[in-house]
């Protein structure tokens, strides 16, 4: 290949130097028209894309405080905004919303509002302002911040939610306090108190210790508010005299007791206490052998939500499935289950025969002898329920007899009176009512009773049993 001539090779190196030059201007221009436009764009973006903004208390908030106060926001007013930006004006428009309208923030003085397009108030938090727009707007939301929730007495004067507890909710007392206080409810602890205070209170809070209609006549709440599942305790016929409203809480322990359901048959079929007990006393070999869930024929009675939980459960370990019930469901087909046309054919052909029905005028007393006799001497009654289900005398006569064994975690009286013969009975396990008590249960059980207030004041019949009745 032949070399280009001196000149040429000269013009060639000036023509590569004078382009190096050109792409050097070029970019320190492009570098100029950035730092330009960078600094248009932040004059023009919304406010809450910058790093800070004016708070509502008119000091300076950074970026991440922003953040943590809108989640908070979307979280007690349920508006589910999925972006939001602030105007000139010092107005924050979020868009989603309640069915989708936007939904417009601002602040007076030490409140802070929420309104639609028409300027009615949704939700505000806090302050004397907030207290008087909320009085003039039927639809004004308290989020149980600031001021706390509050609803109108008979004659007209408004007054904030109060509770009066007669029982210990299994929760620290400052949790429970914590949790109240979120939502405006100002609690008044009266545990074995035969004369609460105060009277006329908007709610009494109990669990499960006989509430009569002379101790109600006496409180004078508005509602009871039955931290429990069952609401057999409260007189129901003084509640409806005296027109006061029940509200129960159901499904906070669905998983629980079903699980203690599994554990008393398999401390049953596989000899648990028993062998606990040899160990410690130095014994080693306890019996011939214990017996395998798999392969077992599980009837459930009552197939509700936690009929079915546990049904799940005994399917896991390879169980077959069958179920009485008063209305069939198609959960429980959808996992195998039978329904059988009788109580009594599901005591018959069961080899585990456990109980979630509720206990009330029609089931009390349901599960006697006719039932009982069905069983297999090797079949296994679970009671997970309520004691008053089955006839208690009848229970310890048979399981004397040695007729089948049980797993029993709720008795007729509880507690158990230490005469009782049901603690001498052989072939079976007993538990203090305890199917319920995890601490994740009664964490939810505090939760839907404290909602379960607000609710009533606002008017609504979630978790309502008094008119079922």
């Not at 039932?371 to 008053?388: D, E, F, H, T």
Request: net charge positive.
């Amino acid at each position: 290949m032949q070399s280009r001539p001196p000149q040429i090779r000269e013009d060639f190196s000036e023509v590569q130097a004078l382009k190096r030059c050109i792409r050097r201007r070029n970019s320190q221009v492009a570098l100029i028209l950035a730092v330009v436009l960078i600094s248009l764009s932040a004059c023009l973006m919304p406010q809450t894309s910058r790093d800070r903004f004016i708070g509502s208390n008119g000091t300076i908030e950074k970026s991440e405080h922003r953040q943590q106060r809108t989640s908070e926001w979307m979280r007690e007013s349920t508006l589910d905004a999925p972006f939001s930006f602030r105007s000139r004006l010092g107005r924050r428009y979020h868009g989603g919303g309640l069915m989708g309208k936007p939904v417009i923030e601002s602040h007076r003085g030490d409140s802070v509002f929420r309104r639609d397009r028409t300027g009615k108030v949704l939700a505000y938090r806090g302050g004397a302002a907030g207290d008087a727009a909320a009085a003039n707007s039927s639809n004004a939301r308290a989020t149980g911040r600031g001021r706390g929730l509050k609803i109108e007495d008979d004659m007209g004067e408004r007054k904030e939610l109060s509770a009066v507890i007669t029982q210990g909710l299994g929760v620290p007392v400052k949790v429970v306090e914590t949790m109240a206080k979120e939502r405006g409810i100002k609690l008044h602890w009266q545990l074995d108190s035969a004369d609460p205070q105060p009277v006329n209170p908007t709610a009494l809070i109990m669990v499960n210790k006989k509430t009569s209609g002379e101790f109600l006549s006496k409180l004078k709440p508005k509602m009871v508010a039955v931290a429990f599942t069952g609401y057999d305790a409260v007189d129901m016929a003084a509640c409806k005299k005296d027109k006061i409203a029940v509200y129960n809480v159901p499904a906070y322990s669905t998983d629980s007791v079903a699980e203690l359901a599994i554990g008393l048959a398999l401390a049953v079929y596989r000899e648990i206490p028993i062998a606990d007990s040899s160990v410690r006393s130095g014994k080693w070999v306890i019996s011939s052998g214990g017996t395998e869930l798999k392969g077992k024929t599980v009837g459930i009675l009552g197939t509700g939500s936690i009929g079915i939980a546990t049904a799940k459960l005994f399917k896991a370990f390879g169980c077959e499935l069958i179920g009485w019930s008063r209305s069939e469901r198609k959960e429980f087909k959808d996992i195998g289950g039978k329904y059988v046309k009788t109580k009594e054919d599901l005591f018959a052909n069961a080899d585990i025969v456990s109980l979630h029905i509720p206990n009330n005028k029609h089931t009390a007393g349901c599960i006697g002898k006719e039932q009982l006799s069905q069983l297999k001497p090797s079949a296994v009654l679970i009671n997970v329920g309520r004691g008053g289900l089955v006839k208690q005398d009848v229970l310890v006569q048979m399981l004397n007899e040695k007729k089948f064994r049980a797993g029993l975690d709720v008795f007729v009286q509880e507690p158990i009176d230490v005469q009782d013969p049901i603690l001498k009975a052989p072939n079976c396990v007993l538990t203090p009512h305890v199917a319920y008590k995890t601490t994740e249960a009664l964490a939810r059980r505090v939760t839907v009773t404290l909602d379960n207030i607000v609710s009533f004041a606002k008017g609504s019949d979630a978790n309502r049993v008094d008119t079922k009745e």
